[in-house]
DNA sequence: GCTTGACTCTCAAGTAGCTCGAGACCCCAT
DNA sequence: ATGGGGTCTCGAGCTACTTGAGAGTCAAGC
């Protein structure tokens, strides 16, 4: 019988974790001097000790390692329980591999550029948004601004308040500036399905914009420098080995009159 | 000016986290309602927040986040931080692949024995020791025994006492049974350096056994079926790709009168 | 028998980054 | 005035321990 001092030298575990062991119920001592409550320790204990620490290298938490012993090892939920520790060690093998690939291209980034962007673009997850919506070909990108204000014209009164910020949606394959694919979406809730039409006499649509992963960065200023927020978001996604899933959207987070002055985010779902 | 929970929305943050950043300084709301403590965000912190989420994902800790921003960019202290997350992450990758194989080895056994050994072998650092030490050449290994007694039989009356188990370490290439070149060491204090010479006449040497990674398992029982202990041993040390590294010991951690029989620790120092 | 120093005990708090719940307050629409 | 949903603060909980305070224990030397 060993006190625990000796213990922890021969299993070459600290005292602190003994004892944690032990109040958890995993290692309890072979015996507790009911006087002085001194824990002491055999010999013997060593297997059970090495099987504990055996398991926790596999990855396995106490809770699930005290189940195990205790339980008496039914082989068939141990294999089982391996088998789905071994699927979420290598989803956390990919996950830190793609986190060191995101450090070493902000590296080469900084070591390009001598210092940090102002805004950065992060990888978010859409939610699926219902929207009455209105799609248009217009030839200039300024007309938006007029679809946006002819919508909130139409919606404002028929008592139809957006959920949340509005957006657009652009879809054409590829960028003309005098023929733009634009959809102006407005997020309601699930119920609303009809609305009037705009004082431009075009007709709502009522669906649902699908979720999923997405690049998003923030544009804070005038529309004419947005193309810089473009720029990043094209050249963070071909970085991190992405691919373009969808029409890209630019949500209208400030009211016109915000004295801060616009912001729009930018978001394209990816993978 | 949106309060949390729109903020939370277009930011798709929780409003939980949300409180949290604010609370720990990285992100303080725009403004606060010093009536109602409602906290006001707006849409220009937009920016900072995506900043806080990008290098959140690059694996820095909120704190180290709050002195990157706060301290306004050294860029070369950033780079500095960011080689070292680089070095943690790819150390930490290289952590968790060794882990999956682990758990795989496991696995593998589990299927073939189908069920889980009453013994593990475990990885632990051996600290450098300090002993006293015979070193012989015997014909038989049950001579081990004698040596150890003699051993103990010079110690104890020179009031010199072992500060750990005494062990054995074996020090020929392959095994002969009837030609042991054992070393059997008694851990001392590093002050103690001369002992008596033993009963039968042999010298102690004073030296310190080195310390380093070994695998180590017990053996709970005779010596006769201490094979078993080092046919587990060996097939670990090859499962995981591990090689030896130097003499393996033998300690022997129970009294011989023990009630419980004998219980002995085998380590293999690796790699 | 007393002192000294090493060891052990219990209990509480701290770690990171939040999440969740309780109980109270606030805002807005009817 | 009321009701429902949003918000506030504060405290606990999560993992696997570690650290520290303050008190009690053990063995050896005087």
Redesign the pocket.
């Known amino acids: 019988m060993y ?4 213990f ?1 030298k021969i299993s070459r575990i ?4 003994l ?3 032990g109040d958890c119920g995993l290692l309890p001592p072979q015996a507790i ?1 009911p ?5 002491y320790y055999s010999a013997a204990q060593l297997p059970r000790l090495n099987r504990i620490l055996a398991l ?1 290298d596999l990855g396995l ?3 699930e390692i005290g189940s195990l012993l205790d339980g008496e090892l039914p082989a068939a939920e141990l294999r089982g329980m391996l088998r789905l520790k071994s699927a979420e060690i290598s989803h956390a093998v990919t996950e830190q591999q793609q986190m060191l690939s995101r450090v070493e291209a902000r590296l080469r980034l900084i070591e390009s550029e001598g210092t940090m962007p102002e805004q950065e673009v992060v990888l978010k997850e859409l939610d699926p948004i219902h929207v009455l919506s209105i799609r248009e070909v217009v030839d200039a990108p300024t007309k938006i601004g007029d679809l946006i204000g002819d919508g909130f014209a139409a919606l404002m009164p028929a008592g139809v308040m957006p959920t949340a910020p509005c957006f657009a949606l652009y879809h054409d394959p590829e960028f003309k500036p005098d023929e733009v694919d634009v959809e102006i979406a407005f997020p309601v809730g699930d119920e609303v399905t009809v609305a009037p039409n705009t004082p431009g006499g075009r007709a709502f649509q009522a669906r649902t914009v699908p979720g999923g992963k997405a690049a998003v960065t923030v544009h804070h200023g005038g529309y004419d420098t947005i193309d810089e927020a473009y720029g990043r978001i094209g050249s963070w996604i071909a970085d991190n080995g992405l691919k373009f899933a969808g029409p890209p959207q630019e949500a209208y987070l400030t009211q016109p009159d915000d004295p801060a002055g616009p912001v729009t985010e930018i978001r394209f779902p990816v993978e």
Request: charge should be positive.
């Open positions: 006190r625990i001092g000796e922890s600290p005292v602190s974790a004892r944690y062991y001097d006087q002085t409550g001194y824990r926790k938490s106490l809770e």
